[in-house]
């Protein structure tokens, strides 16, 4: 049997990051603190090793809170969903029509303004299912958020994130997540 090559960040693959157990997620070992608001620098130091370092609970965390959610209203869920869907699709053809809409708009002024009129009403209409499905989706972020924060790093965590971060390790999907978005850990704490 041939070997594969190995992912590395240079070719942009990456290792999936094993799953940490619940006791040192959330339980017995792990330590929670208030971080110190004052000292933005290492705030976000912990927020960032955590995130990387916890990647593959905060992901099942997060669907298992977006499920739950769904569960509770799924109707509603499923409304908020279609009525964003729906609401992007409409901005999506409106700004790719160009003159064509602006001269219907002109040419059909009644029909303009009651379209107007009915899209606004069933935004209003389904804007509760539009905050659950936001909530469903928010609640998630806010959660990982608030773990991250409140999670000390312990020497596991600080060790496997050093690795990843001088290369000894494959990068991870969160990594590269982060790192696209601008974050990037010091090598040097």
């Given at each position: 049997m041939r070997k594969m090559a190995t992912p590395s960040k240079e070719n942009g693959a990456f290792e999936v990051a094993p799953l940490r157990s619940l006791d040192d997620f959330l339980l017995?070992?792990?330590?929670?603190?208030?971080?110190?608001?004052?000292?933005?620098?290492?705030?976000?130091?912990?927020?960032?090793?955590?995130?990387?370092y916890y990647q593959?609970?905060?992901?099942?965390?997060?669907?298992a809170l977006f499920a739950l959610v769904g569960l509770i209203h799924p109707l509603k869920m499923f409304l908020g969903l279609f009525a964003i869907?729906?609401?992007c699709s409409l901005l999506v053809a409106a700004s790719n029509g160009g003159p064509q809409i602006a001269k219907f708009k002109q040419d059909h002024p009644?029909?303009?303004?009651?379209?107007?009129?009915?899209?606004?009403?069933?935004?209003v209409y389904l804007l509760?299912?539009?905050l659950v499905f936001l909530l469903g989706i928010l609640l998630p972020f806010s959660a990982t958020f608030v773990h991250?924060?409140?999670?000390?790093?312990s020497l596991?965590?600080?060790?496997?994130?050093?690795?990843?971060?001088?290369?000894?390790?494959?990068?991870?999907?969160?990594?590269?997540?982060?790192?696209?978005?601008?974050f990037e850990a010091e090598i040097i704490d």
């Amino acid at each position: 049997m041939r070997k594969m090559a190995t992912p590395s960040k240079e070719n942009g693959a990456f290792e999936v990051a094993p799953l940490r157990s619940l006791d040192d997620f959330l339980l017995e070992s792990a330590r929670f603190q208030v971080p110190n608001f004052r000292d933005l620098d290492k705030w976000g130091k912990r927020v960032y090793n955590n995130l990387v370092y916890y990647q593959s609970n905060y992901f099942l965390l997060a669907l298992a809170l977006f499920a739950l959610v769904g569960l509770i209203h799924p109707l509603k869920m499923f409304l908020g969903l279609f009525a964003i869907g729906v609401a992007c699709s409409l901005l999506v053809a409106a700004s790719n029509g160009g003159p064509q809409i602006a001269k219907f708009k002109q040419d059909h002024p009644i029909i303009s303004v009651i379209a107007i009129l009915i899209a606004a009403y069933l935004i209003v209409y389904l804007l509760d299912g539009i905050l659950v499905f936001l909530l469903g989706i928010l609640l998630p972020f806010s959660a990982t958020f608030v773990h991250a924060s409140l999670r000390l790093r312990s020497l596991r965590n600080k060790l496997t994130n050093k690795m990843e971060q001088i290369g000894l390790k494959k990068s991870t999907p969160m990594g590269m997540i982060l790192d696209a978005l601008g974050f990037e850990a010091e090598i040097i704490d």
